[in-house]
């Protein structure tokens, strides 16, 4: 291997030259930093600039380079050298944008940028070039899991792309929920009729498609390994088990409508009160005639109750079982008007809704619906009763008067319960009891596996974390696909309460973001968000301490652990938080390019004056995605802020190893700031946990502080946000201010 | 000129909002190569514009950050900004396109210092903040769009352009970053597929005469009541109406305004429910217990999760709900106050309301109505991108159909894939 090489290279261009000392800061990467070679460049980041780096890369054996100029949020393209290791010190967001102009700030802001080209040697001295978590063989075939409309929509559309597929189904045909109904809402223009499922169709396509596998009558019975080497063991009804290697998963497992038998306020479970899928059946059975009852009698008049037992406690829907709205209710309930009106246009049709939700082109079939006769209400249903002649009693909320009416047949339109498999919120729970010794509890766990839909072979439980009311859903608004279980996506029902169209899209982008992961593992990357991020964790396990903190603590799952309770990194799993490596108490965990050395040499390499000349040093370690820009946008607004703060950007709060705010503590620094995203229900943190873990790791820093005697208030975290240019600025500042207070660090030397 | 960076393989993205990144991003993360055009100079669409998103109400840049990162970092896809398409031939597998690339007369080796926007004095209307409606904002001739935008890059505008200032601009610059002689470009590619990801127009308010948006000051749209509670607005983030620049403490909203009317928009928008639920909680930011808002509606369309949201916002004393379609508005002259006359349904009384703003939560109209678009695109009865007779071009997100952001992310993902299926399918025929 060819020796190492370092350089660093100082722009002077945008003002850096005409405030700061870039001679000086030559010596500094020299002397201090000890590059072999530094060069600056009055505009480093045009082509000229460029080619200086890159002759010198290919010509002068440089290997690693700390580029001194803007940002590394700034001309990203242009300082792209991937062949090479690079660090970048931020001069002109970090410093001369924002320290006070002036020849009384001329010393300080010197020293600041002296300190950031120090820490940017120290860092690329550190740094490795990641090569990819490379495997001999991954497998590219994406698992269905689930035949219905989803499901058959993501195989087809990821066999249409290529890619092999391999569909378990639990019943015996393909179709799920969809198989039993007599015509869906509509798709396409002009919305005004319901239209046929497509179904066979499709079932049929899949027949026909040489690269899909199906196995019906069948579920998964395990799930182990990772993204590309997922080893699937699929049991037969019969008991006969087959493996398939698969790369990606898409769950697609739908929903069951809620149980209508618990609606016992609306009339659930009495005579000629049937849900929506009690409906589709008697349509069925009609084939297009009039539609009977149970009994047998002709139904003349019908009512529709929507939301029944959804939306809670908004205390707009009717009755309090499922607290959301499932969306597609009203276009069903529209669409089963229709088959009334349709097969006889005498019939009663009524809808009692509170809000009507037919969104987007939903209006032309809504008002297609009203051309046809369908008697829309505004009300709250008060009580439903069935039998020979239905009673529905409501309050029209229009004439705002307490009023019944008289039905042959009462339809209550409930919510969809997503068929999620295990919570493991209550996995972790009864788990941590089991270990604990507990009998019942270990005999409970064995009874919740029973309701596993993946069987994942996961330390942190069998199935997909849950979001809220038990949906496999994303916690993101920009990236709906970002889950918590690495080449796992859920689509449809399962996800998020959905109707068939919506369900169909997202099935077809929840195959994509499969071949995606696929794609990914191959080429031993990262997926989503740090998507194309070649570093990956590497642990020297004869360190270990087999304390569990970082299986325990990893967002994705990623870390198993074998039978000595050691760390098992499942690479592919993992997103590259490096929340493993903050949970690490022995630092035995690193990335090539990002690691307790690579932040830990930045901290040392800060020159902490003495006590003496009264210049305080505050650490800043700043969340990359949401800090640190705004930090850069306060640079680029050229708000002012204190010239003591030194700021690391680190991949999220979850990686904050406590090592550098006790090492930064010990060599001088009079305090240390760390600035994450917001966490508790509406979290913004990417990694989910990381700022979370951080805020808690951070509260039990006060007895080490103690014993160091040092005042708890030398270490603070903020929730940051994007947004917060102006409060980064002067929660710096504050500080500061406060650290002055308090006095300077007794640990100066 | 032809460029040689694209071939039939590539997919090309038309639109670079939240939409088309994630289209763009999403297949080049598949490995495939990508050009993504933007039309304006600068990535973010109108996501960008928002300060906040229901209903976790963070905040929009923080993924726009992310996808900016991903697209800094990935080489399978190309930027083109100011660029639109003027023509697309061929069929799919095999598109000729032309586009049309605008002059920004700033090039490449900008470094955003923001000296040239310093020697400038012009000012034109801030469109990043509506400025061209009721906010007025106005931004320097030299600017950067706004603070996150991408390519981190000043835009001249035209209008200066021959003038002493794009001169002064010019000399301003140490870089020799700014090119008063830029011309407008045509370029020709060849790609595989097309994903138009061109998004959504705020509905001229204008044309909703019984509501009096071009003659009350005080009448605004939800897309600049956006930019005022906006603390990086024209306003600092103070909802200040803009008669006299008083503070709005007495807000009404005005749901429906365009949408669900086979007069202005047949469709419902999907999205203005939650827009001005979330937007009522700006109120309650700026003014606490202080703050009125007023919802006029025909139906709350908080749909799946997004019930809480509404569940929480019900229970605010702040605000209160109307089930009425606003008949229309008038003028209180003494005071400038708008007066909301109508019928309340539940109960059937009228009522002649008296609000210090209105806040018209304006429909989602296609951006690309009223745009001459390839023959072979399938558009619905509202202009909406269902796709192409040859089934090589599709629409996605609020191209397609009215969606929130989360759902125009999914729709986005899916059009991707799309697209990934044509350009498999022509790669699998050449090799046979």
Not at chain 1, 687 to 704: H, N, P, Q
Not at chain 2, 60 to 75: A, V
């Amino acid at each position: 291997m060819a020796e190492n090489k370092f350089a660093a290279y100082i722009c002077s261009g945008c003002g850096i030259g005409d405030v700061l000392d870039v001679k000086g800061l030559e010596g500094t990467a020299k002397k201090d930093g000890k590059m072999a070679e530094v060069k600056s460049h009055p505009f480093l980041c045009n082509a000229e600039g460029v080619q200086l780096i890159k002759d010198d890369i290919a010509n002068n054996g440089v290997t690693h380079v700390c580029i001194a100029a803007c940002s590394r949020r700034a001309k990203t393209e242009a300082f792209n050298f991937p062949e090479v290791a690079v660090s970048r010190a931020n001069l002109r967001e970090g410093v001369i944008w924002v320290i006070a102009e002036g020849s009384d700030h001329d010393e300080i802001r010197q020293e600041m940028a002296e300190d950031y080209v120090r820490m940017g040697c120290a860092e690329v001295k550190k740094m490795a070039l990641p090569d990819g978590n490379l495997k001999e063989s991954s497998s590219k075939r994406i698992l269905v899991v689930g035949g219905g409309i989803s499901g058959m929509t993501a195989a087809l559309a990821a066999a249409d792309a290529g890619y092999e597929v391999v569909i378990v189904e639990k019943t015996g045909e393909l179709g799920g929920f969809a198989r039993n109904l007599v015509k869906r809402v509509p798709f396409s223009g002009p919305y005004a009729e319901p239209q046929a499922t497509g179904v066979e169709d499709m079932a049929a396509k899949i027949g026909a498609n040489s690269r899909i596998t199906v196995h019906l009558n069948s579920t998964l019975a395990e799930t182990a390994g990772a993204p590309g080497r997922f080893k699937a063991k699929i049991a037969q009804e019969s008991g006969a088990i087959t493996e398939e290697l698969v790369g990606a998963i898409v769950q697609a497992t739908g929903f069951t409508p809620y149980d209508v038998n618990k609606l016992t306020e609306l009339g659930g479970g009495q005579d000629n009160v049937v849900d929506q899928a009690g409906l589709e059946a008697l349509a069925k059975s009609a084939n297009g005639g009039v539609i009977k009852r149970a009994d047998g009698k002709e139904v003349k008049s019908v009512v529709f109750v929507q939301c029944a037992g959804q939306r809670g406690s908004g205390g707009n829907g009717n009755g309090h079982h499922l607290e959301y709205c499932s969306g597609h209710c009203c276009a069903t309930s529209i669409k089963q008007a229709m088959y009334f009106k349709d097969a006889n246009p005498d019939v009663d049709t009524v809808v009692m809704y509170s809000d009507l939700r037919v969104p987007g082109m939903g209006e032309d079939f809504y008002r297609s619906a009203q051309q046809k006769g369908v008697i829309f209400t505004k009300s709250k249903v008060n009580k439903v009763a069935g039998g020979g002649s239905c009673k529905v009693d409501f309050k029209d909320l229009i004439l705002d008067e307490d009023t019944s009416v008289d039905a042959d047949l009462v339809v209550l339109a409930t919510g969809q319960v997503p068929n999620a498999g295990v919570n493991l919120d209550k996995w972790t729970e009864i788990v941590t009891l089991a270990d604990g010794g507990d009998a019942a509890a270990k005999a409970q766990t064995i009874e919740m596996k029973k309701g596993s839909v993946l069987n994942l072979e996961y330390r942190q439980g069998p199935d997909m974390p849950q979001f809220k009311y038990g949906f496999a859903d994303s916690h993101f608004i920009c990236f709906p696909y970002e889950t918590r279980r690495t080449g796992i996506y859920a689509a449809g029902p399962v996800r998020r309460p959905m109707d068939m169209l919506q369900a169909q899209e997202d099935a077809t982008g929840a195959a994509l973001k499969a071949i995606q992961a696929v794609e990914n593992v191959e080429k031993g990357r990262a997926a989503h968000p740090r998507a194309g991020d070649l570093s990956f964790p590497k642990a020297r396990l004869e360190g270990c301490t087999q304390c569990k903190r970082c299986t325990v603590e990893c967002p994705f799952g990623a870390i198993d652990e074998d039978e000595k309770r050691f760390p098992v990194f499942n690479e592919e799993r993992c997103r590259r938080c490096g929340t493993c490596m903050g949970a690490c108490p022995v630092r035995v965990i690193s990335f090539e390019n990002y690691s307790c050395d690579t932040v830990g040499s930045q901290i040392k390499a800060v020159n902490v004056p003495d006590e003496f000349e009264e210049k305080p040093r505050i650490l800043l370690l700043a969340c990359e995605n949401d800090a640190y820009p705004a930090l850069d946008m306060a640079g680029l607004q050229r708000l002012t802020y204190s010239a003591y703060v030194r700021a690391i950007p680190v991949r999220c709060l979850g990686s904050v190893n406590t090592i550098w705010i006790t090492d930064s503590l010990n060599s001088g620094y009079d305090g240390v700031m760390m600035m994450g995203c917001k966490h508790g229900d509406d979290y913004q943190c990417h990694f989910v946990k990381g700022s979370e873990l951080a805020g808690y790791r951070m509260s039990k820093i006060g007895d080490t502080l103690k014993q160091m005697g040092l005042e708890e208030e030398r270490v603070i975290t903020h929730e940051v946000a994007i947004t917060d240019h102006e409060r980064v600025a002067k929660l710096i500042n504050d500080y500061v201010a406060q650290i002055q207070e308090i006095g300077l660090s007794p640990m100066k030397f | 000129m032809t460029a040689s960076i694209a071939t039939n393989q590539t997919i090309l993205v038309v639109g670079g909002g939240i939409s088309g990144m994630t289209a763009a991003l999403e297949a080049a993360e598949c490995g495939k190569q990508v050009i993504l055009v933007e039309k304006t100079p600068t990535l973010g669409g109108r996501t960008a514009q928002l300060y906040r998103y229901f209903p976790k109400m963070c905040h929009p840049t923080c993924g726009l950050e992310i996808n900016l990162r991903r697209i800094k970092g990935n080489p399978n896809v190309k930027v083109m900004t100011m660029t639109e398409v003027t023509a697309v031939a061929g069929a799919r597998g095999n598109y000729n396109v032309t586009l049309k690339v605008a002059p920004r007369y700033v090039n490449e080796n900008c470094t955003a210092c923001g000296d040239c926007g310093k020697a400038v004095t012009t000012e034109v209307a801030d469109v990043f903040n509506y400025g061209q409606g009721k906010t007025g904002a106005k931004v320097k001739a030299a600017y950067l769009p706004h603070v996150m935008a991408y390519p981190q890059r000043y835009v001249i505008d035209p209008s200066i352009v021959g003038t002493p200032e794009g001169e002064a601009a010019k000399s301003a610059c140490k870089y020799g970053a700014v090119d008063l002689g830029m011309k407008e470009e045509t370029v020709q590619l060849n790609v595989g597929a097309v994903v138009w990801a061109t998004g959504w127009r705020p509905f001229d308010a204008n044309k909703i005469q019984p509501y009096g948006y071009d003659r009350y000051a005080n009448v605004i749209t939800s897309v600049e009541f956006e930019r005022l509670a906006d603390p990086h607005g024209p306003t600092g983030g103070k909802i200040l109406r803009p008669s006299d620049g008083k503070e709005a403490k007495n807000v009404a909203f005005i749901q429906c305004a365009g949408s669900r009317d086979e007069n202005y928009l047949r469709h419902c928008s999907r999205i203005c429910c939650m827009a001005t639920l979330k937007q009522t909680q700006y109120v309650r930011e700026a003014f606490g217990d202080e703050g009125k808002s007023t919802v006029y509606y025909i139906d709350i369309r908080a749909i799946d999760r997004f019930e809480d949201f509404y569940a929480k916002v019900w229970q605010d004393k702040t605000v209160s709900f109307v089930k009425s379609k606003v008949a229309r508005i008038a003028e209180n002259a003494a005071n400038g106050n708008p007066v909301l006359h109508g019928v309340d349904t539940e109960g059937y009384h009228r009522y002649a309301t008296e609000h210090d703003l209105v806040v018209l939560a304006v429909g989602m109209e296609p951006e690309v109505k009223g745009v001459k678009l390839p023959d072979d695109i399938v558009l619905d009865s509202s202009s909406f991108i269902e796709g192409s007779k040859d089934g090589g071009m599709f629409g996605a997100g609020a191209a397609a159909s009215p969606l929130d952001v989360n759902r125009a992310v999914q729709s986005a993902t899916a059009a991707s894939l799309k697209a990934i299926q044509v350009i498999h399918k022509s790669a699998s025929t050449e090799a046979a």
